[in-house]
């Protein structure tokens, strides 16, 4: 039997690396895209592309040629920059992008990276049925594309999932991201500066995030959006007592912070409705919050 031939953008990101190389150690043939290529043992189970979506010309001949059968549409330039120029930056290099890739005759699935931002709402289930609507540039953006590639692919009659992502956290996160954060200010024996530490939402580890994608892949589904998420809400300062757990075996400065911040209200408290993701994917998340802190702490600890 011949290899999935699957195609990633964003592959050498937070999601895209781990995901590019557990489908290709799972036996699927990936050809990866990145602007930077890398310089590890990824580069030898996996075909790269080093090519930029703003230049066409930079990928078009190389992917006809690779003929993908499943597309995973990770890539978004320039994150944390979520401003006006850089959301319609991403829009019409997605649209253009996607809409090149669904012409691909061998193209039978696609598979995008949406956010939980999309919903406009932060308290309570998010239920994967309800689509939301935009509440800046970023979400206006997503939804732009989603529309518009829920459309092409019911004419061309393309598999289409729209993963929605919670709040994804692990190894090799962004320093900035709220847990690495904690996580790097116990390291120096302080908590972060936190206004609204009762505000809570839900998050899920990368490692899952992956697997998700990769079931996804493999198996058929019907076209919709899927949510990505342990399906609970944690507050920050909930995360903040596993990580000092973790990282003293103790409580005291989060129970300094709780006591600082008594008189604080909880604005937010939102998480996902995972059952249409585990009814049709066969997925649901199985690292726990502690397991997930515990194994970017280790990371962190090898910097």
């Not at 949406?114 to 309570?124: A, F, K, L, N, P």
């Not at 992502?165 to 190894?171: A, D, E, H, R, S």
Request: glycine residues 6%; proline residues 4%.
């Amino acid at each position: 039997m011949n290899k999935l031939r699957v195609l990633i953008t964003g592959a050498s990101g937070f999601i895209g690396a781990p995901l590019s190389e557990n489908l290709a150690n799972l036996g699927f043939d990936v050809m990866a895209i990145s602007r930077t290529l890398p310089d590890n043992h990824l580069a030898r189970s996996v075909n790269w592309i080093g090519a930029d979506l703003s230049s066409p010309a930079t990928y078009r001949e190389t992917i006809s040629a690779f003929c993908p059968e499943v597309v995973i549409h990770l890539a978004w330039q320039d994150i944390p920059d979520f401003s006006i120029e850089k959301s319609i930056m991403n829009q019409n290099q997605a649209i253009e992008f996607l809409s090149f890739v669904t012409g691909i005759e061998s193209c039978k699935k696609i598979l995008v990276s949406g956010s939980c931002w999309e919903y406009d709402r932060v308290q309570g289930e998010c239920l994967a049925n309800d689509i939301g609507a935009p509440k800046d540039h970023f979400t206006w953006a997503k939804h732009s594309i989603y529309s518009w590639l829920e459309m092409t692919c019911k004419q061309k009659v393309i598999s289409f999932g729209w993963l929605r992502i919670f709040y994804v956290y692990g190894p090799k996160q962004r320093p900035a991201s709220l847990i690495p954060s904690i996580l790097m200010h116990l390291k120096n024996k302080e908590l972060p500066q936190i206004k609204t530490p009762k505000n809570a939402s839900d998050y899920v580890f990368i490692d899952d995030v992956v697997d998700a994608f990769a079931l996804a892949t493999e198996n058929q589904f019907s076209s919709g959006i899927y949510n990505l998420g342990a399906g609970i809400s944690t507050s920050v300062l909930e995360m903040c007592r596993y990580a000092e757990q973790i990282v003293y075996n103790s409580s005291d400065l989060t129970q300094q912070l709780e006591k600082e911040t008594q008189s604080s209200v909880s604005s937010v408290d939102f998480w996902a409705d995972i059952e249409k993701t585990k009814e049709h994917f066969g997925w649901e998340p199985k690292t726990s919050l502690l397991n997930g802190i515990t194994k970017t702490w280790d990371y962190i600890n090898t910097l």
